[in-house]
């Protein structure tokens, strides 16, 4: 079977099953290696409510070579870059076959978002942050999923989130260092950087080098 007829096969039965909530369709008809794929978040996840866009590019050698896929939508996990959408799942790489096919590697990222491999990361600093304090973390992929994933119009838009908050950082922290005299900008960067997100006050060796870093 020809890659067309294989793609225009897949389509079909996406289409033919909107009990999975899924969607797949070409960017444009008269390229058919490029497309867009979409899938609602797992439900009792920090992903529920959202719907997530998968941007999917099919090599000439499909399905002997696996898509490449991103998230278009930005999205916290550990397997997941919050900043290139870059994936990190076995089945897109050195576990593909040609059975496989964009509908069910959809299916996969969904499940992907319900069971994190946090060690095995794409994004390191959220991969931290899941294994230190999964309670906090839940609470910034859920605000991820209500900023960048949800189709409510009345969702808060970005630059009206405080970024500590936006990156899971306790508040209280970050005035701590800003009474100081350290900008917050560069706090919250530190922070970021030494995957810190809150501090026992009386943990001395650890605001020492935080402040060490902010000195620099």
């Known amino acids: 079977m020809s890659r067309a007829k294989r793609l225009m096969k897949e389509l079909q039965a996406v289409r033919d099953d909107p009990a999975a909530n899924i969607t797949l369709e070409f960017i444009s008809e008269s390229d058919i290696h490029r497309l867009k794929g979409s899938f609602l978040g797992p439900p009792e996840t920090p992903y529920e409510g ?16 696996p898509p490449k896929m991103k998230f278009d939508t930005k999205v916290y996990h550990p397997n997941i870059s919050s900043v ?9 790489k050195n576990a593909w076959s040609p ?4 509908k069910s590697a959809l299916i996969s990222l969904q499940a992907l978002l319900q069971s994190p491999e946090p060690n095995d990361p794409q994004d390191a600093e959220v991969a ?12 910034t992929a859920a605000l ?17 989130i405080d970024e500590a908050r936006l990156y899971g950082i306790d508040p209280n922290l970050v005035k701590e260092f800003e009474s ?15 995957g810190i997100k809150s501090l026992d006050p009386t943990d001395n060796a650890t605001i020492n080098r935080i402040v060490e870093e902010l000195l620099k």
């Not at 290139?84 to 897109?92: S, V």
Request: hydrophobic share 40%; glycine share 4%.
């Open 50 to 65: 959202g719907r997530f866009i998968i941007d999917i590019e099919v090599p000439m050698e499909y399905p002997f070579k």
């Open 84 to 92: 290139t959408g870059a994936i990190c799942l076995d089945i897109l």
């Open 99 to 102: 059975v496989i096919t964009l």
């Open 128 to 139: 931290q942050h899941y294994l230190r304090d999964k309670e906090s973390f839940s609470k």
């Open 144 to 160: 991820w999923t209500r900023l960048y994933a949800s189709s409510n119009d009345s969702a808060p838009i970005e630059k009206e």
């Open 180 to 194: 100081q005299g350290f900008e917050k900008v560069k706090i919250v960067e530190v922070l970021r950087r030494l």
